[in-house]
Each structure stands twice: as structure tokens, then as C-alpha cells.
């Protein structure tokens, strides 16, 4: 099978530094002395890559689109059937399993940066909306913003556990794909990676955020 462009590099690109970003967060929030500021910027900055990832979701090339890889709960049935099988048919871009994981991940991942907003450290840094809303929503922000880190920490955990499933049980490696951006596929792959597309999709998102 001739290797063939998959992954769009905005995909990729959003992909690694979602990893680092959240590892950022979780460093500077957890293992960190008066790191809070930094705790908020790239707050800012992993809202800002959720936005781009809904918006590209739409408009972005083909594998990358939420149409290709979210289906139904028969196919999702159907496809988890065939997990116990080694030679089973490789899926070109997100299966129908990895499709829901995606969604679930992006919608925690909102969750957490929305509720961030509302947040403060009690001492020298609030978040942009906590004075325009009432005690108890701020106390509603609080609890989603330290509980739902813990179930996203459960889905990054089995993201990474299936990895090395499909790696080590599959002989399917998704990582190299996710930095190169290639598969060895029968399908075609996709011709561009809409590049200009992305820039303006960024400059708007950094723009909102920003505002």
C-alpha cells in the first residue's frame, strides 16, 4: 500500500499542542509554586485550540472533518465487535470508537477552559467573568473546574492505553501518522492541508479569545 497524506498538518499541530498545553496546565496548577498566571495564559491558549479544532471540524480537509469519523451507535457496536480481531481493516482516518473519544475529550476540555474563566486563585488573579456572575455560579464553576479534570484525566489515560493497544495487538501504529501526517493506505489520501485556510481560522480564534 503506497503511504498517502492523512492527518493535515493544523490536525497535527493541534493535536501536540494540546498535549503540551495540558500538560503545562496540569504542572503548573498541581506541582507549582506561583505559577497561576501561567496557569491562565495557556488557559486562554487551550480554549483558543478547542475553537479551532470545532471550527476545523467543518471546514478543514476530509479526515479531519466531523462528518467522516462520527457514526451512529450501530456502526460504533459493529466496530468494537471487531477490536478482538488482529487482521482487522484499518480504518484510513478515526475510527468510530476513536470518533466518540474525540468529542468527549473536546467537550471535557471546553468544559474545563469555560469554567476557568469564572475561576480565581484567591489572592491576586480572577478570571475574566467570576464579578459578572452570582456566588453560586462561581461555586458551580469551581466544582466542574476541579472534578471534570479528573474524568479527563481517565479519557487521556484509555486514549493512551489504546494507542498502545492498537500498537502492540494490532501492529498499528498511530503516533508516527499523527508527526507525518501519513498512512499506508488504499484510500486517497488528501491533497492539501488548506494552510491559508487554517491562518485566517487561527488569526479569528486568537482574535475572539483575545477580546
Known sequence: MEKRLIWDLPTRLFHWLLVASLTIQYVTAE??????????????FTLGLVLFRIIWGFIG??????????????????????????HAVAHIGHNPLGGVF??????????????????????????????LVSAE???????????VINVLLLVIALHI???????????????PPMIHGKKPTTSPGIISSRLLLAVIVA???AAIVYA
Not at 137 to 147: A, S
Not at 161 to 175: E, G, N, V
Open 61 to 86: 480537509p476530509e479526515y479531519a472533518r466531523f462528518r467522516h469519523f462520527l457514526k451512529g451507535p450501530a456502526a460504533i457496536v459493529s466496530y468494537i465487535r471487531t477490536l478482538p480481531d488482529k
Open 203 to 205: 488569526a479569528i480564534v
Open 137 to 147: 455560579t462561581q461555586d458551580l464553576m469551581n466544582t466542574l473546574h476541579h472534578q
Open 161 to 175: 492505553a489504546a494507542i498502545a493497544f492498537y500498537a502492540i495487538y494490532k501492529k498499528q501504529s498511530l503516533t
Open 31 to 44: 506541582w507549582m509554586d506561583d505559577a497561576m498566571q501561567w496557569h491562565f495564559y495557556v488557559g486562554y
Open 102 to 131: 474525540v468529542i468527549v475529550m473536546l467537550l471535557l476540555i471546553a468544559v474545563q477552559a469555560v469554567s476557568g474563566l469564572f475561576m480565581t486563585d484567591d489572592v491576586f488573579l480572577d478570571g475574566p467573568y467570576r464579578h
